[in-house]
Structure formats: C-alpha cells, structure tokens
C-alpha cells in the first residue's frame, strides 16, 4: 500500500493543528551541511500553503517560529509515525498576495539542529570546570640556521624545517656574542680566473672555489696568521702549495702568485665574497652535554623564538652542513638561479637550507652528521615539563553542551564517537578503544609560555 501523509503545524510549541500544505516531492535526502563535515536529512521540494492556511501564517510576526511535524502512515491512516520535523519562520516565506500563497522550505529540526545553532557561542572552560588530567610533556630545542648579513633563519627540530624571517646582522663576532650563533661553516664565492696553466698537466686550475673545498682537482686553503689571511691553492689536498699571496682585508680580489719550487706559471686572481654560515641551539634546558646555555638576548635577531629562553653556539658541528656549486641545465624541484642553471641536491638524504639567502651556491643540511656530531639532541636537550591543566576532550564537550542549555551529553565511548574511540578491528561489544591514545586540550598560554609556572586564567572555546 502506498504511504499517505498529514502535516501537523504548531506556533512557538502551542498546540498542534492539521494543516494542508500543497508539494511536489517529500522524498529524504542527506545533504551535507554547508561549512561542516557532516550530513543531515532534508526534505526535498517545498510546501506551499492557501486560503485559511495563508492567513493563520501571514497574520504572525516575524518572530514567530512555525514547527511542522510530517506524519506517515502505511495502513490507510489507522496508525502514523513521525517522518520528519521542520521549522520555518514568516522571513524564509515567499508570499503571493494575490493568489494568497505562502511557499517555504522549511529547515529540518534533528539532532545536530541544537548543536549548529550554538555553533558561534563561546564559552570560558575555567569557571565551566571540566575534568583536570595533569599531562608530561618534553619540549624539544630547535637548531637554528643563519647567513650573516642575509634577512631569513632556517629552523629544524628532528626532522622538521621550516623558515622564518629575521633582521639582518652581517657581523659574526655580533652574532656569536649577542645572539649566539656561532660561526658553523665558513664559505667564499671565489671565482678564479688568469693564466694558469697547469704546468705539468695540462689543465686550466680556473673555476669556483670555497675554502678547503675542491673545485675540480684543486683545493683552496686559507690560513690564519694574526690580522693576516694566507690563501693557497693546492692539488688534490696535497700539502705542496701551488699558488699563494696574503691578505689584510678578508673581502675583494686578490692575486694569488705561482709558489717558488711549485712548477706553476702564471697567477690566479679570486675575487672573496664571503658567506658564513652560523649556528645556534635554542632551548629551555640550563645545560646540555655539561656546556651551561646561555640567556636569549630580549632583541633577538628574530621576532620570535618559540617561547625558548636559552640558547647554545653550534660552531663546531660544521660538517652538518654542505655548499653545493653544482646546477643542473634541466628544471629541478630547488629553482632556478639563472637561465639553465637550476640547483641540485646532494642526495635525498639532504634538506635545503635558507633558500632565501641561495645564489651562485645552495646549502643543504645532512640530518645524519647532526645526529653523529650530537647524539640524541633532541632527546637530552629537551626540558620535561609537566602540565597540570589539561582537559581531556570528552570532558571538555560534555561541559559545554551543559553550558548551552542543551540536553545533550557527550562520553569517552564509541557509542558518542567513533572517530575518538571507534577501532573497527574489534568486536562490536567492546566500547572503549584499547590503545591508550586521547586527545586533550590545554590553553595555548600554558603551552606558548616559555617557564609555565602559572595556569591560564581564560580558555574561550566556541
């Protein structure tokens, strides 16, 4: 037998009056809800009401609510069921005056209804009082990366890069003493040209070079010597210097001459633009690795330091770093520095580092040689804090549906959640998920603050 309908309309929950409303489909659909990531169940098409019907409506105030209840019947009226439940007010109407109709869709009133119009509440959880659960936690340090004079900071904390920007400071004993970075790698763009024949073998020694870095078969060293600075070219990192000259000023050209007893002609002009590479650790812990940490300056270098307060030089773990010289002349992933030159990674194992500051070279960060030079960092240069003001999400949604007046409660258990504690790989008795996996909210102060030694005193939620 084929179902039949009847509508019953009440007036801001008075009684209840059978009404007659005209439609063309009240099939069920699920529609998702706009902004959100559920479903709901709408009735299709619309209802329009006449004659008496129009004038019990259009006589009412626009802020009268009209509720509808949809009845069905399978037995020729002898028993009804609810179908469907609705709501509309005399704004969502269209009204035609001279035929005396009223057309609506009216929304539907289920379970989420309460739950999507308290959406944009809030709600302070402080005085709302949820379930306290006190939570361990270890805040990790974060290695970060700078080129003197450049505008970026690399940051990675085990595994994870990001970058952020930064002031510029081109001075590496300010860096060092004021914002402790310590100087991690020491590069020059050294483009070398002249007559420089290879006497013995052959081959022309020009090319770009960094220091104790080959080019090709030829090292460039540089040596220290008071306010003096020698640089030699060698072969193959030999010790036999092959040509030599002394520098006062550490930037510029400069003529490097053919050594006596080399077998070397010629001369070899560099031209010494510097990029130093620097280091730090920040951190939250007095001491790693029985080296005391020192305070971050208030002006840091950049904006912000993640709530650290403490900060160790990294100038010794050089080889965690790498100058790469070498392009490729087809499109990479790394960009472009100019026409048909396009950067290339070492290797998959490598991280591209301040990309902002790249020119003739890239740097690229070797996880493993950080983890060689400095056994677990990440580990034993964390500081173990212990949060006394968590509230476990179950708690934390049961208060606030109490907090909107709403008859609604909320538990750990699958039955209210089976993204929070469902686990399909288990028999449908079992309500509670085994892994001991929770989720927890704390406010953000709590966490953000560098020495939490005080409890937020707000935590808005809506």
Not at 171 to 178: I, M, Y
Not at 208 to 219: A, C, M
Not at 286 to 303: A, C, F, H, Q, R
Not at 406 to 421: A, D, R
């Amino acid at each position: 037998m084929n179902p039949i309908y009847q509508f019953k309309l009440s007036i801001n929950g008075g009684t209840q009056q059978v009404v007659h409303p005209s439609y063309s489909s009240l099939e069920k659909e699920w529609q998702k809800e706009s902004n959100f990531a559920f479903f709901r169940v709408s009735l299709t098409g619309k209802l329009t009401f006449q004659a008496s019907e129009y004038t019990l409506i259009t006589n009412r105030s626009i802020n009268d609510k009209f509720e509808l209840e949809l009845l069905i019947s399978y037995d020729n009226s002898s028993t009804w069921n609810n179908y469907w439940n609705g709501e509309f007010y005399l704004t969502d109407c269209e009204i035609n005056e001279d035929e005396m109709t009223v057309t609506v869709q009216p929304r539907t009133i289920d379970n989420y209804k309460a739950i999507v119009d308290a959406l944009d509440k809030e709600i302070d959880l402080i005085p709302a009082a949820p379930r306290l659960v006190p939570l361990k936690y270890h805040k990790r340090p974060v290695v970060q990366f700078y080129i003197a004079g450049q505008s970026v900071v690399g940051n990675y904390m085990d595994g994870i890069y990001w970058e952020q920007s930064s002031n510029v400071e081109s001075n590496v004993t300010t860096l060092n003493n004021t914002y402790k970075f310590g100087l991690l790698k020491e590069c020059l763009r050294v483009p070398a040209t002249g007559a420089i024949n290879d006497f013995f073998w052959g081959i022309d020694i020009s090319g770009n070079y960094s220091i104790d870095s080959v080019s090709g078969t030829y090292t460039l060293t540089k040596e220290i010597q008071g306010q003096w600075a020698n640089y030699f070219i060698t072969y193959k990192n030999q010790s036999t210097k092959l040509y030599g000259a002394s520098s006062y000023n550490p930037l510029g050209t400069l003529v490097l001459q053919a050594m006596s007893g080399s077998g070397m002609t010629g001369e070899v002009t560099i031209d010494r633009q510097e990029y130093n590479l620097c280091a730090r650790m920040i951190c939250d812990v007095t001491e790693y690795k029985g080296i005391s940490t020192m305070s971050l300056p208030t002006n840091d270098l950049v904006e912000t330091t993640y709530h650290y307060a403490l900060a160790l030089n990294k100038e010794s773990y050089g080889s965690i770093a790498q100058f790469n010289y070498l392009f490729d002349s087809e499109p990479t992933q790394w960009g472009m520095f100019k026409s048909d030159q396009y950067y290339l990674r070492p290797n998959d194992s490598y991280i591209p580092m301040v990309r902002n500051s790249w020119e003739e070279i890239s740097i690229w960060l070797y996880p493993y040689n950080l983890q060689v030079a400095s056994p677990n960092m990440f580990e034993e240069g964390a500081k173990e804090i212990i949060n006394t003001d968590c509230y476990p999400i179950d708690s934390v949604l049961d208060v606030m549906l109490q907090k909107l007046g709403l008859s609604l409660t909320f538990k750990p258990t699958l039955l209210y959640s089976q993204f929070l504690y469902g686990d399909t790989t288990m028999p449908d008795n079992v309500k509670i998920k085994k892994v001991d996996y929770r989720l927890y909210i704390t406010p953000k102060s709590n966490i953000l603050k560098g020495q939490y030694d005080q409890a937020a005193q707000k935590a808005i939620v809506t």
